[in-house]
């Protein structure tokens, strides 16, 4: 019988900090609304530059760019 006191217990902390959590974010997402901080784009990853065909260099044991010629 301990284990279901142990269990219950357990499980209305979790359920308690589960309430909490959810408040806190709903309390910092408003707080972010507020500012006007929500709505902004987040700044793309910067893209690989496009090299081209690309060649095997045996010294090297690389691949590299095409010689445009």
Known sequence: ???VIALV???AGLYAGYRWLSREVRRALAAADAQGLTGQAVKPARMP??????EWDEQAGVYRPARQI
Request: proline share 17%; no cysteine; glycine share 16%.
């Open 1 to 3: 019988m301990p284990q």
């Open 9 to 11: 217990v357990a499980g």
């Open 49 to 54: 530059k496009d090299l081209g065909p690309l």
